[in-house]
């Protein structure tokens, strides 16, 4: 009967491995950081890893596939930088700073020009 369970586990796993490598990874620009913060929060949910990125207590393995998952979609100039945050919820909140700041500061630029005229 364990055994049983062990070839579910692994049919389930190897499953989940290849719908895994079929996923679409958004690449992360300076202006798409809702449609990709969107697609990856879906990836992640269809892994089963959305938690990683919302709570800090998450399986190791699991955080770091999440975190994996992550830099597949971000430029390369980010990864050292994702790679050094102790949680994938650290890196997914870098990025959303790092993104929703700059549109922030764009905002704001662009109220001061349409106030100078």
Same mark, same amino acid.
């Given at each position: 009967m364990g055994d049983a369970s062990g070839k579910d586990k692994d049919m389930m796993e190897r499953a989940w491995n290849q719908a895994a490598r079929n996923l679409v990874w958004p690449m992360l620009t300076r202006t798409n950081y809702q449609e990709w913060s969107a697609l990856v929060q879906c990836n992640l949910e269809g892994m089963y890893l959305l /938690?990683?990125?919302? #709570?800090?207590? @998450? =399986?190791? *393995? *699991? /955080?770091?596939?999440?975190? !994996?998952?992550?830099? *597949? !979609? @971000?430029? %390369? /100039?980010?990864? #050292?930088?994702?790679?050094?945050?102790?949680?994938?919820? /650290?890196?997914? =909140?870098?990025?959303? #700073?790092?993104?929703? !700041?700059?549109?922030?500061?764009?905002?704001?630029?662009? %109220?001061?020009?349409?106030?100078?005229?």
């Open positions: /938690d990683a990125i919302e #709570s800090d207590k @998450v =399986e190791w *393995r *699991r /955080d770091r596939l999440a975190l !994996g998952a992550m830099i *597949r !979609g @971000v430029p %390369q /100039d980010m990864h #050292s930088m994702l790679l050094n945050k102790k949680l994938a919820k /650290d890196a997914w =909140e870098a990025i959303k #700073s790092m993104r929703l !700041g700059a549109e922030r500061v764009k905002e704001v630029n662009a %109220q001061r020009l349409l106030a100078e005229f």
